[in-house]
T-cell receptor, first 112, second 116 residues
Framework: DQQVKQNSPSLSVQEGRISILNCDYT??????FLWYKKYPAEGPTFLIS?????DKNEDGRFTVFLNKSAKHLSLHIVPSQPGDSAVYFC???????????FGTGTSLTVIP | DTEVTQTPKHLVMGMTNKKSLKCEQH?????MYWYKQKAKKPPELMFV???????INESVPSRFSPECPNSSLLNLHLHALQPEDSALYLC???????????????FGPGTRLTVL
């Protein structure tokens, strides 16, 4: 049973515009959420995280929004750059556990 | 040093072979993980070590045998694998915060395994 879902397998965006990647989760015990970026033939790279006590966390061009009531989080990339083209995974964990649950990934293509 | 290293990068083995995958980190992290990733799928957790003790085994077949010789090293011993075990094997590590909470994971580049 997939507890973390990314319903869009792919997304294409023009360079300079905003990219919005979405993620939904089902387990209300999850209280820590992360986004990872993955290039082909490389391991995932940690991008940004948010804990459930916040609803927004910003780091440069990357902002993660958390809507706990909707069990939804999103990653905004502004402005998008061609180097952002990669697969983005969201992940979630519960502070009562010690493992992370990954979504299925969204492949982002930023068109120059 | 903020890197997780994995060797080898690529491995081709027959179904009767015995091989090992290695993972190393020097960030002082006390949690280490093995994941398996197939193409276009999310990383699938196999094992978690916390303070060098196996804390999670996600019902992985016994042909995969993990070992954590010390806090910096993690091995995955492979024996009698099947072709469907071909995948990218990822190692990760994380700090363990107070209360036993695992922080964000740092991943290695992975070992691309092909079983013939």
């Amino acid at each position: 049973d997939q507890q973390v879902k990314q319903n869009s397998p792919s997304l294409s965006v023009q360079e300079g515009r905003i990219s919005i990647l979405n993620c939904d989760y089902t387990n209300s015990m999850f209280d820590y959420f992360l986004w990872y970026k993955k290039y082909p033939a490389e391991g995932p790279t940690f991008l940004i995280s948010i804990s459930s006590i916040k609803d927004k966390n910003e780091d440069g061009r990357f902002t993660v929004f958390l809507n706990k009531s909707a069990k939804h989080l999103s990653l905004h990339i502004v402005p998008s750059q061609p180097g952002d083209s990669a697969v983005y995974f969201c992940a979630a964990s519960a502070s009562t556990g010690n493992q992370f649950y990954f979504g299925t990934g969204t492949s982002l293509t930023v068109i120059p | 040093d903020t890197e997780v290293t994995q060797t080898p990068k690529h491995l081709v083995m027959g179904m009767t072979n015995k091989k090992s995958l290695k993972c190393e980190q020097h960030m002082g992290h006390r949690a280490m993980y093995w994941y398996k990733q197939k193409a276009k799928k999310p990383p699938e957790l196999m094992f978690v070590y916390s303070y060098e003790k196996l804390s999670i085994n996600e019902s992985v077949p016994s042909r995969f045998s993990p070992e954590c010789p010390n806090s910096s090293l993690l091995n995955l011993h492979l024996h009698a694998l099947q072709p469907e075990d071909s995948a990218l094997y990822l190692c990760a590590s994380s700090q363990i915060a107070s209360g036993g909470v695992h922080n964000e994971q740092f991943f290695g580049p992975g070992t691309r395994l092909t079983v013939l």
